[in-house]
């Protein structure tokens, strides 16, 4: 048989009835395969083009069958092609493929898509490198290696007043979830009252830990406060409160200091902890709020002695404290935004002292501007931002100090309005004054007695208790004393400030916590004799003048100083209450809890082994 007989036979023998669609392509005339499935290059006579069998009449490659049959996987009889496709012996199905791929072509598939080459020299690299991908990749999900453990939360409570807490066993879900909300709602009470973020977070893990909850998560940002929890079976609580509007009040916070540090202790169980806490949340104020105006009244009477002013600017800087605190309570309820009640607050305290110095009822009005300013200055916002930046709370620390940055620019638009405005009504001229600092024994003892008067004050004003009023009028007096010794001294405003706070710091810590409450409440209180008022009124004024007799430059430079100066106390502070922490306090809170726990340990020791 020649070679063409051979090539014609399987058309020959295909079956009648053959649709059109399954004929097989006539060759051309030379013999060689068709176009369709056939090589880019074309093939001699009788032989197959890539992909297909090197003879006539073979299979093509990846495929087994006999001559003139279609390759395994298709269907038809011999000398036949499946559906769908059209070849002559020796080529190709159309796709290189029957209708259903064969395994060799499904592995090619495969290759194909991993980038692997059909030349045997580039197949090798390009598989050593997959390899290598998957031996890494392997052993990045499979490491055997242990994670790193995180430090148990507890480990927080260190140096504070709730260390060694008595800690119960695990609780189920529900339980966790009444002690979270037990957490969060003191935490969210003490956010309001006035405490500062370190002891927020540290009261919130206290009372977990205490109640069995000792790994808990706990993210304090601003006015947010969110607690994790995840028990052994993996299911999770999270809890969270926010903090909308602050209301300063010192009595609460002892409160709720003395029930976290029973909690801590084991001394109350969770159904009484939650009166108690349902109970201080109802508590009312310790003082009506006539005598806080008053308060506030007195101290800046007694802050207008201190920088030097007379007995009449100290009884007028009475009158319009009382009554500038009243004007700022009526433009709140309108729902004015705290920023602009400051500004006409610094506004009026100025107009109001232009116009007594007008009528010769004081000499130097700037005494009670700078004493009128004390009660604008953002005290706790100052020294709690510094105290967020330096505990690790730095987002909660710039939200607080952009707040008391508005406000410090809120008083100096103020201070500053009011000037011109006095100018354009022709009253007295306000001269910038530094404070004396003379030594006379009279000077001196009015001085203190009038430090004694602020920082009472201060404490009454911000609701604390009565057993708190003396420690933080003691405590204030002496960081003034502190403070009048280094300028005579010699040192820098800065410098003087910085140490007289660490004196309060130091002092008011542990002397806050023998009485039972955080040191937050006498700090503030401390430190209102320490505030620089007249350096801020001094800095407005010069940059209201005018550019040729003193420059911007001057003006912005000497805000920027007394700024440093006020936040010098906050750094002082927040340094004295942690040196604080080294002196003999507590102790016998911690050796009780201690005992309270190897009581507990004991008793259970003897529950199991039967001992009666």
């Given at each position: 048989?020649?070679?063409?007989?051979?090539?014609?036979?399987?058309?020959?023998?295909?079956?009648?009835?053959?649709?059109?669609?399954?004929?097989?392509?006539?060759?051309?005339?030379?013999?060689?395969?068709?176009?369709?499935?056939?090589?880019?290059?074309?093939?001699?006579?009788?032989?197959?083009?890539?992909?297909?069998?090197?003879?006539?009449?073979?299979?093509?490659?990846?495929?087994?069958?006999?001559?003139?049959?279609?390759?395994?996987?298709?269907?038809?009889?011999?000398?036949?092609?499946?559906?769908?496709?059209?070849?002559?012996?020796?080529?190709?199905?159309?796709?290189?493929?029957?209708?259903?791929?064969?395994?060799?072509?499904?592995?090619?598939?495969?290759?194909?898509?991993?980038?692997?080459?059909?030349?045997?020299?580039?197949?090798?690299?390009?598989?050593?490198?997959?390899?290598?991908?998957?031996?890494?990749?392997?052993?990045?999900?499979?490491?055997?290696?242990?994670?790193?453990?995180?430090?148990?939360?507890?480990?927080?409570?260190?140096?504070?007043?709730?260390?060694?807490?008595?800690?119960?066993?695990?609780?189920?879900?529900?339980?966790?979830?009444?002690?979270?909300?037990?957490?969060?709602?003191?935490?969210?009470?003490?956010?309001?009252?006035?405490?500062?973020?370190?002891?927020?977070?540290?009261?919130?893990?206290?009372?977990?830990?205490?109640?069995?909850?000792?790994?808990?998560?706990?993210?304090?940002?601003?006015?947010?406060?969110?607690?994790?929890?995840?028990?052994?079976?993996?299911?999770?609580?999270?809890?969270?409160?926010?903090?909308?509007?602050?209301?300063?009040?010192?009595?609460?916070?002892?409160?709720?200091?003395?029930?976290?540090?029973?909690?801590?202790?084991?001394?109350?169980?969770?159904?009484?902890?939650?009166?108690?806490?349902?109970?201080?949340?109802?508590?009312?104020?310790?003082?009506?709020?006539?005598l806080v105006d008053v308060s506030w009244g007195a101290l800046v009477a007694g802050f207008v002695n201190l920088v030097g002013g007379s007995y009449v600017s100290s009884l007028l800087g009475f009158i319009i404290a009382?009554?500038?605190?009243?004007?700022?309570?009526?433009?709140?309820?309108?729902?004015?935004?705290?920023?602009?009640?400051?500004?006409?607050?610094?506004?009026?305290?100025?107009?109001?002292?232009?116009?007594?110095?007008?009528?010769?009822?004081?000499?130097?009005?700037q005494f009670l501007v700078a004493a009128g300013i004390v009660l604008l200055l953002p005290t706790m916002g100052l020294i709690s931002a510094v105290q967020d930046a330096i505990t690790d709370f730095p987002l909660t620390?710039?939200?607080?100090?952009?707040?008391?940055?508005?406000?410090?620019?809120?008083?100096?638009?103020?201070?500053?309005?009011?000037?011109?405005?006095?100018?354009?009504?022709?009253?007295?001229?306000?001269?910038?004054?530094?404070?004396?600092?003379?030594?006379?024994?009279?000077?001196?003892?009015?001085?203190?007695?009038?430090?004694?008067?602020?920082?009472?004050?201060?404490?009454?004003?911000?609701?604390?208790?009565?057993?708190?009023?003396?420690?933080?009028?003691?405590?204030?007096?002496?960081?003034?004393?502190?403070?009048?010794?280094?300028?005579?001294?010699?040192?820098?405003?800065?410098?003087?400030?910085?140490?007289?706070?660490?004196?309060?710091?130091?002092?008011?810590?542990?002397?806050?916590?023998?009485?039972?409450?955080?040191?937050?409440?006498?700090?503030?209180?401390?430190?209102?004799?320490?505030?620089?008022?007249?350096?801020?009124?001094?800095?407005?004024?010069?940059?209201?003048?005018?550019?040729?007799?003193?420059?911007?430059?001057?003006?912005?430079?000497?805000?920027?100083?007394?700024?440093?100066?006020?936040?010098?106390?906050?750094?002082?502070?927040?340094?004295?209450?942690?040196?604080?922490?080294?002196?003999?306090?507590?102790?016998g809170r911690r050796t009780k809890a201690e005992a309270i726990v190897q009581d507990e340990g004991g008793d259970a020791e003897e529950t199991a082994t039967g001992a009666p």
């Amino acid at each position: 048989m020649t070679q063409d007989d051979r090539l014609r036979r399987p058309q020959e023998d295909t079956p009648a009835g053959t649709p059109a669609g399954d004929a097989v392509a006539r060759p051309d005339e030379r013999g060689t395969a068709p176009r369709t499935g056939a090589s880019p290059t074309g093939s001699e006579a009788g032989t197959a083009p890539r992909g297909g069998a090197a003879e006539a009449g073979t299979a093509p490659r990846g495929g087994t069958a006999e001559a003139g049959t279609a390759p395994r996987g298709g269907a038809g009889e011999a000398g036949t092609v499946p559906r769908g496709s059209a070849t002559e012996a020796g080529t190709v199905p159309r796709n290189g493929a029957s209708g259903t791929e064969s395994k060799g072509s499904r592995r090619a598939r495969v290759s194909g898509l991993l980038g692997r080459s059909r030349s045997g020299g580039a197949a090798k690299p390009a598989r050593s490198a997959q390899q290598i991908a998957r031996r890494a990749v392997t052993k990045i999900v499979e490491d055997p290696s242990p994670t790193t453990q995180p430090i148990p939360i507890v480990a927080v409570l260190r140096n504070t007043p709730y260390s060694a807490p008595v800690q119960e066993a695990a609780k189920s879900e529900d339980e966790a979830r009444m002690i979270l909300d037990l957490a969060v709602d003191l935490g969210q009470m003490m956010l309001r009252a006035g405490a500062s973020s370190q002891d927020v977070e540290v009261s919130v893990i206290a009372t977990c830990t205490a109640y069995g909850l000792a790994t808990v998560e706990v993210d304090l940002t601003a006015n947010s406060l969110t607690v994790h929890y995840t028990d052994g079976m993996g299911n999770i609580v999270t809890v969270m409160r926010v903090n909308r509007e602050d209301s300063v009040h010192f009595a609460k916070l002892s409160a709720i200091h003395a029930l976290v540090t029973e909690m801590v202790d084991g001394r109350i169980d969770y159904e009484r902890a939650r009166e108690r806490l349902d109970a201080i949340r109802k508590q009312k104020r310790p003082y009506p709020e006539w005598l806080v105006d008053v308060s506030w009244g007195a101290l800046v009477a007694g802050f207008v002695n201190l920088v030097g002013g007379s007995y009449v600017s100290s009884l007028l800087g009475f009158i319009i404290a009382i009554a500038n605190q009243r004007f700022g309570a009526l433009l709140g309820r309108t729902g004015m935004p705290s920023f602009f009640i400051v500004v006409i607050q610094a506004l009026t305290i100025t107009v109001l002292a232009m116009g007594a110095a007008t009528l010769n009822l004081i000499a130097s009005p700037q005494f009670l501007v700078a004493a009128g300013i004390v009660l604008l200055l953002p005290t706790m916002g100052l020294i709690s931002a510094v105290q967020d930046a330096i505990t690790d709370f730095p987002l909660t620390a710039s939200g607080r100090a952009i707040s008391v940055a508005l406000t410090f620019a809120a008083i100096v638009t103020g201070i500053a309005a009011g000037i011109m405005i006095g100018r354009l009504l022709n009253l007295q001229t306000i001269e910038v004054t530094l404070p004396a600092t003379g030594t006379q024994f009279l000077t001196t003892l009015v001085s203190l007695f009038a430090a004694v008067i602020v920082a009472a004050g201060g404490a009454t004003a911000m609701q604390a208790t009565k057993r708190y009023i003396l420690p933080a009028a003691i405590i204030g007096v002496i960081g003034f004393a502190i403070m009048v010794a280094c300028l005579v001294g010699g040192l820098n405003g800065i410098l003087t400030s910085f140490l007289a706070s660490t004196a309060v710091g130091v002092l008011a810590r542990p002397v806050a916590l023998r009485l039972g409450a955080p040191a937050i409440v006498l700090v503030i209180p401390g430190l209102y004799p320490l505030l620089s008022g007249l350096s801020i009124f001094n800095a407005a004024y010069l940059i209201v003048q005018p550019e040729e007799s003193v420059g911007l430059a001057t003006g912005l430079s000497s805000l920027f100083t007394a700024l440093t100066v006020n936040a010098a106390l906050g750094v002082g502070a927040v340094f004295g209450t942690f040196l604080a922490t080294w002196l003999p306090y507590g102790q016998g809170r911690r050796t009780k809890a201690e005992a309270i726990v190897q009581d507990e340990g004991g008793d259970a020791e003897e529950t199991a082994t039967g001992a009666p």
